[in-house]
């Protein structure tokens, strides 16, 4: 069985940091793109971050670039997301995806559309 394992992060306040983890268990994904995405109660679920297998090419939302680092480990199956200067409004329930396939320039990796496996999330709140 495949599953996305999430660990990392709790309560903060604005400002701090927290390290969210996210460990592939059953398969591997080293040639896939893998991602954070986050959600709040009624909204949509929300692009963060993504890394193409290489850990070379990274994305982030504009909300959060400059603040949150994505990295991974492939020897390891895993992704890490880093997020220093945490403010209220990133306060949600984040959310681990990975690509099966191979990844591809063609692909909108903002979209949760691209991924097919997910993490069961980890609660982020910021305190002010």
């Known amino acids: 069985q495949v599953q996305l394992v999430q660990s990392g992060g709790g309560l903060v306040q604005a400002g701090k940091s927290l390290t969210l983890s996210c460990a592939a268990v059953?398969?591997?994904?080293?040639?896939?793109?893998m991602g954070w995405f986050r959600q709040t109660p009624g909204k949509a679920r929300e692009f963060v971050s993504a890394?193409?297998?290489?850990?070379?090419?990274?994305y982030y939302s504009s909300s959060v670039e400059g603040r949150f680092t994505i990295s991974r480990d492939n020897a390891k199956n895993t992704v890490t997301l880093q997020m220093d200067n945490l403010k209220p409004e990133d306060t949600a329930v984040y959310l681990c995806?990975?690509?099966?396939?191979?990844?591809?320039?063609?692909?909108?990796?903002?979209?949760?559309?691209?991924?097919?496996?997910w993490g069961r999330g980890t609660q982020v709140t910021v305190s002010s």
């Open positions: 890394i193409r297998e290489t850990g070379d090419i990274k």
């Open positions: 059953g398969r591997t994904f080293s040639s896939g793109v």
């Open positions: 995806a990975a690509d099966s396939r191979p990844s591809s320039f063609e692909n909108n990796y903002r979209s949760t559309g691209e991924y097919d496996y």
